[in-house]
């Protein structure tokens, strides 16, 4: 019969046993790794979600590239006349950045004070889309804070305060004219907008920048427009990505992921094991039809295969059984928020999920081999029965 052992294999499988307890075995073998790849996809969605609204987060707030100095600049103009001229160059702006001691009364904080070009920031990040209540304009005492930090200073618009630096003999007096509200806690609790002039001001820049920010057609081209401007400028400025700057966050988030996979892959390990086992007491359980097979022409090769079908059936049930289960939490995640998060750990309150199919193409064909290398040894140990002796009680 052609296929032969494809049709044993399945007639094994459904077929009624002398020892019911290998169903049973097989039964939880399946279940395990359906738990384990349903838990695999969930995980590795939601870690996917946390990367991809931490990104877009970051590059709302920062632009994709920032170029810099040792030294303050003079001007600023040639060099983003340069930038401007690159064809994956979206936009590119000044800005002055520097530490600064915010005080209300008896109650002081420090904060990272940036100064932008009101009228072209649009161009290099999302400010003013995260803008919840009033605008950044010229005035000289203008000043937009972040949500977090009106909460803790108790702020509302039109409320004054004093922002002192180290280049300044006197703190200075500003109001608030606008909130925002990034969903990133560190920059809405530290960071506070003034237009480019009074940024300039209160750091005591006399006309001079700390940097351009450059905004690209797309993000993943950062590492190579980086080259591309470190070439076109020389050595006396230093580019640093969005990704560099934010290195360590990205790196947490990629080895956190990584181990996660690695834990949750011994549950569908465990379960492979499992099926070894239920394969080893069907062999036993099939040792009179093995020893007919055998006698009947049946080569070694083929016995194994058959009990290898077998491994790899179990494995695929329970795989895409768990795919299934996991596609179904991962939209209920989506849809409804059974889980609520603290914003000053994970900076948003419910879980992200985004599923990856790179990520979800691994985690089936990481159960399925383990399945199939889970079935060799009974595969083997059926290729090796002796037919004289299997028959020898029958």
Known sequence: MKNFEWFIAKRYLWSKRRHPFVGVVSTISVLGICVGVAALVVVLAVMNGFDEDLKKRIIGTRAHLVIEKVEPFNDATPVIEKVRQMPFVAGASAFVEGQALVQIGEWGTGVLVRGVDTAKERSVSRFYDYLTHGTLSERPDGVVVGSELAKRARLEMGSKFFIATQNTKKPSAYTVEGIFSSGMYEYDSNLIFLNLSAAQNLFNLNGQVSGVSVYLKKAEMADDVKKELIG??????????WMEMNHSLFSALKLEK??????LAL??????????GSLTIMVMDKTKDIGVMKALGATPLSLMKIFSWDGLMLGCIGSVTGFAAGLGICFLLKEYSFVELPKEIYYIERLPVSISSQ???????VAVLLSFVSALYPAVMAG?????KALRYE
Do not use: E, Q
Not at 359 to 365: A, G, K, S, Y
């Open 384 to 388: 090796r029965l002796d037919p004289v």
């Open 232 to 241: 076109k400028l020389g050595g006396a400025y230093y580019v640093r990505t």
């Open 359 to 365: 990520d979800t193409i691994i985690v089936l064909l």
């Open 258 to 263: 990584i181990v996660m996979f690695l834990i």
């Open 267 to 276: 549950i569908i390990l465990v379960a492979c094991l499992n099926i070894a």
